[in-house]
């Protein structure tokens, strides 16, 4: 029950906000509303306002801004269809960026819970691997990786991810105000958990060379009698270093909130760009079913719950303004690029033919969604 109040209102925020984003702009250069609505379906409840109704509608997940003339022509003035292109691009575009708007918003609230802020400067370097072999030192910043700005850690993070074992990477720094090159490749890191009848065995091993210390038993690390004697093994390929931290402040706390916004967008360009060329599949991708199973792991965290979900709306919401502004046919951003069409020619797309488009647009998001739910359907099964 939880998670299905937890994930209305998710989406009713999302996409309330989304048309929010319309509405006002669309106040702001004097278009004709006919109706801003919460929910679809059914009227529960309704208050008319000079010319605008506002509505709350039966189906809590979605909602709708509609104007005079949006899809058919109008003698009004003010209508939709009447306006300059620049004008109504602009209405367009304020949906989605009001998503990511939000996210910024979430993070400002995110970053000082998950305190302290980690940073692009090198605080230790690994021991024997491949990063220390290259002659990186503690307090080198690093700034670029194969051409890539990096302005924060995260940009580390998503820069390094598709490694492959022996891919070479050219990582610059600064060190003394000089920028200096390095080639690095990632570090193969083994670790083995042994649980002793006394304490427990930790072996990690750095390319090849081993160490091994002992854990004990206490209140956050309890003896499990299951798993004695039984070794846990795991190889993983690491850059090789830990990052130095900033407690957060007033000040610091808007620009790291930035960052963690701009890295979602940059995540989901990397992901798109992952699906056209073919190194990540459309079976990767999660529907409505795979985002409650999400919000189900959140609402299930214990006291830091909230955290979890904020930080699934803030991730959910980027991402639907950055997707929805894609020129796609049926989207926002489908609609900008018609209209930049227009921009180009002068004159508009003739509207029966633009529709066309945007209704295919529309079949194919719809069997792309039923695709993707299936997917997810058959992921709770199949582990």
Same mark, same amino acid.
């Given at each position: 029950m939880v998670t299905a109040i937890v994930t209305i209102i998710m989406f009713l925020v999302m996409v309330s906000l989304h048309e929010f984003g319309h509405y006002i702009v669309a106040r702001a250069l004097n278009f004709k509303i006919l109706e801003y609505a919460i929910g679809f379906g059914p009227v529960l409840l309704k208050s008319k306002k000079s010319e605008i109704q506002y509505s709350v509608r039966a189906i809590p997940l979605g909602g709708y801004c509609k104007f005079e003339g949006e899809d058919e022509d109008s003698d009004d003035p003010r209508a939709f269809s009447n306006q300059a292109v620049w004008k109504r691009m602009l209405v367009v575009m304020a949906g989605g960026v009001f998503n990511v708007i939000l996210g910024f918003l979430l993070f400002l609230a995110i970053v000082p819970a998950t305190s302290p802020i980690y940073t692009n400067t090198v605080d230790t370097v690994v021991e024997n691997s491949y990063i220390a072999d290259a002659g990186i030192l503690p307090g080198d910043k690093i700034v670029e990786i194969n051409g890539k700005n990096v302005s924060f850690y995260d940009d580390i993070t998503l820069y390094t991810r598709d490694f492959s074992k022996d891919e070479e990477a050219a990582i610059t720094v600064k060190r003394g105000g /000089? +920028? @200096?090159?390095? #080639? =690095?490749?990632? #570090? /193969?890191? +083994? =670790?083995r958990i042994t649980y002793l009848e006394d304490n427990i065995e930790y072996y990690d091993e750095i390319n090849g060379h081993g160490s091994t210390k002992y854990i004990e038993y206490d209140e956050d690390t309890p003896k499990q009698e299951d798993k004695i004697g039984i070794p846990q093994e795991s190889t993983r390929y690491i850059i090789g270093f830990t990052p130095k931290t900033e407690d957060v402040t007033f000040l610091n706390v808007w620009g790291e909130a930035w960052h963690e916004t701009k890295f *979602? *967008? +940059? @995540? *989901?360009?990397q992901s798109l760009w992952g699906m056209v060329t073919g190194k990540v599949g459309v079976s990767e991708m999660s529907g409505p079913v795979g985002i409650v199973k999400e919000v189900n792991n959140a609402v299930n965290q214990g006291s830091y719950s909230w955290l979890y979900v904020l930080n699934l709306i803030a991730l959910l919401t980027i991402n639907l303004g950055v997707f929805n502004l894609l020129p796609i046919p049926a989207l926002d951003g489908g609609r900008l690029f018609f209209m930049l069409i227009e921009l180009v020619r002068r004159k508009p797309i003739p509207p029966e033919k633009e529709g066309m488009v945007h209704a295919i647009g529309m079949l194919l998001l719809i069997g792309l969604i039923i695709f993707v739910s299936y997917n997810d359907i058959v992921k709770l099964f199949v582990k």
């Open positions: /000089e +920028k @200096l090159d390095f #080639t =690095i490749r990632p #570090t /193969e890191q +083994k =670790i *979602v *967008v +940059k @995540l *989901v360009y």
